[in-house]
């Protein structure tokens, strides 16, 4: 209960913003991109906690990895790898994070730039080095790896949810 209380403290403000809800209305992973940056800010506040690292800067960073306006802003350069610098830049002008969360933010793909260093045939047209998104803090592998395991979780919900209509689609056309 104290955990989920000190949590809310650090993020509250900005889970309230306007501007921040308005990733309600973005789709990810079956769900939508709020709960995923929620999700991520909180399984990284509580790995924080566990590692002993900077839990605030994990939470806030977590909290904006993701935030830019896809639907919204169709203006921003959101594709796989840009849009960290695209969320680091937003998350300064809107909340004015410090310089260490911005880095976290930056480098949060270092999962993606590892998968496509090793399979260079994986999206052709964006060249990238994993050494450029290499975390820089115990911090920035913390949200990078609880942002894996929180889209794996999403994607492996969103097909059983998926599969069961499916299922159901299929019993009741049997039944008519
Ligand atoms: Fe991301
Ligand atoms: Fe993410």
């Known amino acids: ?27 990810h992973h079956g769900s939508n991109r709020y709960e995923h940056c929620k999700r991520v800010s909180y399984m990284s506040f509580l790995m924080a906690k566990l590692l002993k690292a900077n839990y605030k800067d994990t ?3 977590g909290l904006l ?10 203006n921003e350069d959101i594709s796989y790898l840009t849009h960290p610098i695209t969320s680091a830049k937003n998350a300064k002008k809107d909340f ?15 999962h993606y730039a590892l998968v496509k260093h090793t399979f260079p045939f994986i999206n052709k047209r964006e060249k990238v080095t994993a050494k450029d998104y290499k975390p820089t803090s115990k911090e920035g592998y913390i949200v990078c790896l609880s942002d894996l395991l929180v ?4 994607v492996l919900t969103f097909k059983v949810r998926y599969n ?6 299929f019993l009741i056309n049997l039944m008519f």
């Open 65 to 74: 990895h993701d935030y830019f306006h896809g639907t919204t802003n169709s």
């Open 164 to 169: 069961t209509c499916l299922y159901f689609i």
């Open 96 to 110: 004015n994070i410090n310089k260490e969360e911005e880095e976290i933010i930056r480098t949060h793909m270092y």
């Open 1 to 27: 209960m104290k955990i989920k209380k000190e949590y809310k403290e650090i993020t509250s403000e900005i889970l309230n913003d306007e501007n921040f809800s308005k990733l309600k209305e973005d789709g």
């Open 59 to 61: 939470a806030i960073s």
């Open 151 to 154: 889209s794996i979780f999403e």
